[in-house]
């Protein structure tokens, strides 16, 4: 959205498709990598799978169990 003052000069809409993979390897770590186009998910996912192998932990890393959670938000125009 573009505003000049409080007039509303443009207004997009776009659906984003992109996110952030982690990986963990069990006796080594973490690795991490984002992406903006899902084309890019593979590539991401084998890059953060080589980061997690770069170093090792002392003690196993244990995930605690959770829900998966998702969230949408929107913004209804007509109140603001």
Not at 15 to 33: F, H, Q, S, T
Not at 42 to 49: E, G, H, L
Request: proline share 4%; charged share 25%.
């Amino acid at each position: 959205m573009v505003f000049h003052d409080r007039d509303l000069d443009l207004a997009n809409a776009n659906i984003d498709k992109g996110g952030i993979v982690r990986c963990l390897i069990k006796n080594k770590g973490w690795g991490m990598a984002s992406f903006n186009y899902l084309e890019d998910l593979v590539t991401k996912v084998d890059q953060a799978t080589q980061c997690s192998q770069v170093g090792s932990v002392p003690e196993p890393i244990e995930l605690a169990q959770v829900e998966p959670v998702e969230q949408v938000s929107t913004v209804d125009w007509k109140t603001c």
